[in-house]
């Protein structure tokens, strides 16, 4: 599986844009980039995922670098409730096996 | 609503005493798949199945069990559970085919004593 590399953690104040970064240099041509994300004591949750092209839906923005190497979730405006463990994933929707690869993912603080 | 739901949501129980854990979705996905979470491993997929009848291994299937007779149920089955399967376990499931976006279940916490 291809890797994926996140900072560890990451602050913010509330009402402040986030930008969690996410490096993923050997993606390839067919993977496409998820994020997921995990409040405390739930399960994994689905925010957003994208190709090539940048993406936006109601929870957050998804802005993917040119060459695919890199890219970015745009929290806009964080709120308590978004701090989470935010995981960045590779995936394809080849194969018989929809498996995600987490990683340690970013714990995202958020400051009132 | 839509939803992955887990039974129990937490358990304690003693070494090679057999348990199931259930998992139920309401959305018709025919993808589902079990994974636990430990402390600097993250999580890891136990299990998965396709369909009805089709199921394979993730990465750490020792020990574990699991069956689906029906498409909205995929229980896990620990047969002589040990401390080392020690673990919070989710429920995933998504429906096959595109860009699977999989719904997670709240979580069941194990212990194993």
């Known amino acids: 599986d291809a890797k994926t590399t996140q900072p560890n953690s990451m602050e913010s104040n509330e009402e402040e844009p986030v930008h969690l970064p996410c490096n993923h240099s050997?993606?390839?041509?067919?993977?496409?980039i998820h994020w997921y994300r995990q409040l405390p004591s739930q399960g994994p949750e689905y925010v957003i995922h994208?190709?090539?092209s940048n993406v936006n839906n109601r929870m957050a923005s998804l802005a993917i670098a040119e060459d695919r190497k890199s890219s970015t979730l745009i929290l806009h405006r964080a709120t308590l409730r978004d701090a989470a463990v935010y995981y960045c994933i590779l995936g394809n929707s080849g194969g018989s096996n929809y498996k995600l690869t987490f990683g340690k993912g970013t714990l995202l603080t958020v400051n009132p | 609503e839509a939803q992955v739901t887990q039974n129990p949501r937490y358990l304690i129980t003693v070494t090679g005493k057999k348990l199931t854990v259930t998992c139920s979705q309401n959305m018709n996905h025919e993808y589902m798949s079990w994974y636990r979470q430990d402390p600097g491993l993250g999580l890891r997929q136990i299990y998965y199945?396709?369909?009805?009848?089709?199921?394979d291994k993730g990465d750490v299937p020792e020990g574990y069990k699991v069956s689906r007779k029906e498409k909205r149920n995929f229980p896990l089955i620990l047969e002589s559970p040990s401390p080392n399967q020690t673990s919070l376990y989710f429920c995933a499931s998504s429906l096959a085919g595109g860009i699977p976006r999989s719904i997670f279940g709240p979580g069941t916490r194990l212990t194993v004593l």
């Open positions: 994208g190709l090539t």
């Open positions: 050997t993606i390839s041509g067919t993977d496409y």
């Open positions: 199945s396709m369909n009805v009848e089709v199921t």
